[in-house]
């Protein structure tokens, strides 16, 4: 059994740009607090053996999603859910004045940043590299 508290700062960025504080590992997958600036549109990856579910805690934005030939967008904010199946390209934006939170639970475990795959998305990625 496991217990943590969040972080103040950053622990991490995510390949795509996201600043990330890590909460809780385990044998099935990984659950991480991720922030986006204000302003910021992070690179579209894809990834090649991992999936994910998000809930927002707060902010907004915008998350496109791209599965062949099915693609959408779906506006983020406080208490939105999403996944992101294994092998779908995925693009994030914050487009408030505050900074877009969500929990991330990723299954199975993180394996490094070589899981994710740069590739082309609807928006120009203002991420730090």
Known sequence: MKDTTLALEPDARSP?????RFIMDG??????HSTVPPGQINRATVHATVSEFW???AG????WRKDGDEERVVD???GVSIDIPVGVAFQYRCD???P???ICITMPPWPG??????????WQSTAPV
Do not use: C, Y
């Open 113 to 122: 940043d070589d899981e994710a795959t740069f590739v082309d998305g609807p």
């Open 76 to 78: 983020l904010h406080a």
């Open 96 to 98: 408030g004045d505050a």
């Open 27 to 32: 044998t099935t997958g990984n659950m991480i």
């Open 16 to 20: 795509a740009g996201a600043e990330i």
């Open 55 to 57: 809930h927002v805690l």
């Open 100 to 102: 877009l939170k969500f």
């Open 60 to 63: 907004v934005g915008r998350i």
